[in-house]
């Protein structure tokens, strides 16, 4: 079987009498991509913040590349990798100094030849001698993607990664990501309110709310199951239904 390069046991993390996390479990293989799906306020974050070791989890376990998170991150974090709109680079530095720093942040054998081949694939030359602070939030979406992409990691997160993107680049580079999960067997764990994103890269989508996974599947699995044309109405579905229980095995 596919090596599982993401496992997450028991996960939960409270905030006082706030239960943001109340429970998750799932794993990640290699070359897969999983979605996280659910609306403001369902953990999704929150999960993503824990895996990436900056949320300490209140109980459960995350392994990633069978390492324990809470023993060995340190040789697990050079592996993977994070983007989000909202997660801004330093403004004063240009693009170019950005993607030098970080390169060099990831031990990067030839920092100055990776920047120029990432910046080339997600079409940046042209603004790698502006400061970060005067980019559009379409342009810093995409320095904030290529930043991710540095160190070719084997597990990548993605938060609303084409969140400000016209439908063009947004296409675009979906099409980047697919290949770079393709090519190199990648895992990503992907939080979109993009549907139309989250048919086209993941392979299983887990419907979350309250903390909680709701519902676990193909995409295709979801729609037959909840009889909708789009997982747009799946998500309505689940968001607006009080009564709705954990799936069997969440």
Not at 93 to 122: C, K, M, W
Request: aromatic residues 4%; glycine residues 8%; proline residues 5%.
């Amino acid at each position: 079987m596919t090596e599982i390069v993401l496992a997450v046991e028991h996960l939960r993390k409270t905030y006082g009498t706030v239960e943001a996390v109340a429970g998750l479990d799932f794993t990640v293989r290699r070359g897969e991509t999983v979605a996280l799906l659910g609306g403001n306020g369902a953990g999704k974050t929150t999960a993503m913040s824990m895996i990436l070791g900056v949320v300490i989890p209140t109980a459960g376990r995350i392994r990633l590349f069978g390492e324990d998170m809470t023993r060995d991150r340190k040789r697990a974090l050079p592996r993977m990798n994070f983007s989000s709109p909202y997660v801004d680079l330093p403004h004063r530095l240009t693009v170019r100094q950005n993607l030098d720093v970080y390169a060099r942040l990831y031990g990067i054998a030839h920092p100055a030849r990776r920047v120029r081949e990432i910046s080339a694939a997600f079409d940046l030359d042209a603004l790698l001698d502006r400061p970060t602070g005067r980019l559009s939030a379409g342009q810093k979406t995409r320095v904030s993607l290529a930043k991710a992409m540095l160190n070719r990691p084997e597990l990548l997160l993605l938060d609303e990664p084409t969140a400000s993107l016209d439908p063009d680049t947004g296409d675009r580079l979906r099409g980047l990501l697919e290949r770079f999960r393709d090519l190199s067997g990648a895992a990503i764990l992907l939080a979109s309110h993009n549907m139309g994103e989250v048919e086209r890269l993941a392979h299983r989508v887990l419907m979350m709310r309250t903390g909680r996974v709701v519902d676990d599947g193909t995409p295709a699995e979801l729609l037959t199951r909840y009889g909708r044309a789009s997982l747009e109405d799946v998500f309505l579905d689940v968001a607006r239904s009080p009564e709705m229980q954990p799936a069997e095995g969440a």
